[in-house]
């Protein structure tokens, strides 16, 4: 079992790193208080290369695996997970999901445009009343023959007022239930597509969040994804990888509030030393970094399981039920190194505590991730005495 990274790894990792320092880190304080979105810093991370890593080079994308995607994730989380969750759905959600099951004509059209960043791209899912029961799909696409009629709402999609191409899951068939449920392909400026309000959001702030608004959309039927009744299948596969993507971001979260705590302490000073002589401090430092290398081994696992072509439904789910914690306990812990200073704005550790909270939540809640897990053990445990 190797630990060690590749050194082409370690150049993906580094150039992320230099981007997120000198790119996102300047500005962010900013974009999180007037909640905006880095238009300019998008076009940058697209010829970068960051908005199509894994897709394959004869779609424009950089053929990168899931470990290098995890590198960056973390990296650019560390300073802004706003910018970092727009990278997220668009690798683990739109492109894969195109990739994976798109056909070559929709590959040709959306993803060779989507992985070089001159296409933004949303996964949407969600509904005021479809969260975490996913098959509770009130958006409908009623079968007109040559096209399908689309009506309905989407809620907290990422991504929303800016992109291009819109991964939409519709209920074409109630009785049949999930299995009615079809994914289509939906572009910006398709009449009676409607963009919402921006969501006035916690943390995430400079993410582009909106509802949407689907009214007698006329959508060709050469823009469903897979067989008729595939989109429900198409969804939970995605979301597989999504949790990678997030569990990512989670880990960026606690790793920069350990980063940030660890140079604080060694430059604050209270009682005529700094205080990272206080063994108090020492001790949370302790645990703040044994908990980001488990969360990173348990991202990095399920990365690898997913590169290995192995079904890493359960690494992922654990991945991200941990790594969120994780983000929650160490940015809390980074406040409280902090101290007073660490309640002020300027100083970051606040934007991170309130960035953390949502990886707890989108792309399946930590009560979904351990129904998830449950689920698998059980059945294992099954297979065993069977």
Not at 11 to 17: F, G, K, Y
Not at 108 to 113: D, G, H, I, R, S
Not at 157 to 176: F, H
Not at 222 to 244: E, Q, S
Request: net charge negative; hydrophobic share 40%.
């Amino acid at each position: 079992m190797n630990f060690q990274l590749t050194e082409e790894h370690t150049l993906i990792q580094q150039a992320a790193r230099e981007f997120a320092e000198n790119a996102l880190k300047p500005g962010v304080i900013e974009r999180d208080r007037t909640q905006t979105f880095p238009v300019e810093l998008t076009r940058q991370m697209g010829e970068m290369g960051f908005l199509g890593m894994m897709v394959s080079p004869n779609y424009n994308g950089g053929g990168m695996d899931t470990i290098s995607y995890v590198l960056v994730m973390e990296e650019l989380s560390k300073w802004d997970a706003s910018a970092s969750v727009m990278v997220s759905v668009q690798n683990s959600l739109v492109n894969w999901g195109l990739e994976k099951f798109a056909n070559e004509e929709q590959k040709q059209k959306y993803l060779t445009k989507l992985a070089t960043g001159e296409y933004v791209g949303a996964f949407c899912l969600s509904e005021p009343e479809a969260g975490s029961d996913a098959t509770q799909q009130r958006t409908t696409a009623i079968d007109m023959g040559d096209h399908y009629l689309v009506n309905g709402t989407k809620n907290w999609i990422t991504n929303g007022g800016r992109s291009d191409v819109y991964l939409v899951m519709a209920q074409t068939d109630v009785e049949k239930r999930h299995k009615g449920i079809n994914c289509l392909i939906i572009e910006k400026g398709m009449e009676g597509f409607e963009i919402g309000p921006k969501e006035d959001k916690l943390g995430i702030r400079g993410s582009d969040t909106h509802s949407l608004n689907f009214n007698d959309v006329k959508v060709p039927k050469a823009n469903r994804i897979g067989d008729d009744g595939f989109g429900f299948k198409f969804a939970m596969n995605t979301l597989n990888g999504g949790r990678i993507g997030i569990a990512s971001q989670a880990l960026g979260i606690a790793s920069g509030s350990l980063e940030r705590a660890l140079e604080y302490a060694r430059i604050r000073k209270s009682f005529g030393t700094e205080i990272i002589n206080h063994q108090a401090i020492q001790f949370k430092l302790a645990d703040m970094a044994t908990e980001v290398e488990a969360a990173r081994m348990l991202v990095l696992r399920a990365a690898a399981a997913k590169d290995a072509g192995q079904d890493y439904t359960e690494y992922a789910a654990m991945a991200k039920l941990y790594a969120s914690q994780v983000a929650m306990k160490c940015a809390s812990e980074a406040i409280q190194v902090y101290g007073g200073n660490g309640y002020v704005k300027e100083y970051h550790v606040e934007r991170f505590l309130r960035d953390a909270k949502i990886t707890e939540i989108y792309e399946g809640t930590s009560e979904i991730q351990r129904i998830v897990i449950a689920r698998s053990i059980m059945k294992r445990a099954e297979q065993q005495l069977a």
